[in-house]
């Protein structure tokens, strides 16, 4: 045995196939909001792009964000509560495109059955100018924030405050918590190990006092059970899509409900065949392949959405 295999509840709570997710905070959340999205799962992830820090991501989904937050950089206009893909050129067309994105999150809250939050460090930037602490500095002079490590009370109160707003109209809304696996190494390795400690104190609390709140150990799985630079990519910082892919199915046995992972079986075989490519797609064989895939499709006794797939079926099949 060459390596650590620990031992992940099965939990009470689980998760199903028609429930709404919404996935929000550091890289991980776009990890599994992709895997989710991949096998069918109505989740929205990220609507302002990758957060990392709690404070940030709590003042998102509080809809909160600086009125006054705007900054233009080289031409573009960003908002520091906003990842820097979530950009416009003109102050204008970004207010329209952040308004957007925000009223599709407030609303997806208000459906959701789960909200996956994931912490990426404890490490937050405030702006000298206003006091404000920003999702992203984009790029501005570090000269003009300062650096503070975020303390776990302080993580445990604001995450109670935004519950408080988030369940006032959405009162069974089921909340799993984890901490991101990728090192902020840009802090310097001993202060994100300080970061990811301040993260876990602060998610340990959290579960103590919310029963409706649960923990998923992706930091874990890949530090310990993964722990080889093999499953990292190129960076050395980032899980590598092995690591990822290994992490979702470790997810998968933990939360999924008995329905949705006999669903994610057969979707597993199908998403195969969709990816095959004959060397002569018009044969008579392949197009028996592709009529028996579209049968298989239409026979899901799931209610999801296949319409895409059945057009892509169609386009490869002969109509002569």
């Keep these: 045995m060459f390596n650590l295999k620990f031992d992940i509840p099965k939990s009470k709570s689980l998760i199903n196939l028609k429930d709404k997710v919404v996935s929000v905070g550091s890289c991980f959340s776009d990890n599994i909001g992709q895997k989710l999205a991949e096998n069918k799962f109505q989740v929205l992830s990220n609507p302002l792009g990758t957060i990392f820090n709690p404070y940030s991501i709590f003042k998102v989904l509080k809809n909160e964000l600086d009125p006054n937050g705007v900054v233009e950089n080289q031409g573009v206009f960003f908002h520091y509560d906003a990842h820097g893909e979530v950009s416009a050129l003109s102050k204008g067309e970004l207010a329209e495109l952040i308004n957007e994105q925000t009223e599709i999150l407030q609303n997806s809250l208000k459906e959701a059955h789960w909200l996956i939050i994931t912490f990426g460090t404890g490490f937050v930037y405030a702006h000298k100018g206003t006091s404000s602490i920003v999702a992203n500095c984009h790029k501005v002079p570090q000269s003009q924030f300062d650096k503070v490590l975020l303390r776990p009370g302080e993580i445990v109160e604001h995450y109670h405050a935004c519950m408080k707003t988030l369940r006032s109209v959405n009162p069974g809304l089921r909340v799993l918590l984890t901490v991101s696996p990728v090192r902020h190494t840009k802090d310097g390795l001993h202060e994100n190990n300080v970061s990811k400690g301040i993260l876990h104190h602060a998610t340990s609390e959290i579960l103590k006092q919310d029963p409706q709140a649960l923990y998923f150990p992706s930091y874990e799985i890949q530090m310990d059970e993964l722990r080889d630079y093999r499953f990292y990519s190129k960076d050395l910082i980032h899980p590598s899509q092995e690591a990822v892919d290994y992490i979702w199915s470790r997810f998968c046995e933990t939360y999924m409900d008995m329905d949705t992972l006999a669903f994610l079986k057969d979707w597993n075989?199908?998403?195969?065949?969709?990816?095959?490519?004959?060397?002569?797609?018009?044969?008579?064989?392949?197009?028996?392949?592709?009529?028996?895939?579209?049968?298989d499709i239409e026979n899901l006794k799931h209610g999801i959405d296949v319409s895409e797939e059945l057009a892509e079926i169609d386009g490869q099949l002969n109509t002569k």
């Design 269 to 295: 075989k199908i998403k195969i065949s969709l990816q095959h490519r004959p060397f002569q797609p018009k044969s008579s064989r392949h197009q028996g392949f592709l009529r028996k895939l579209k049968r």
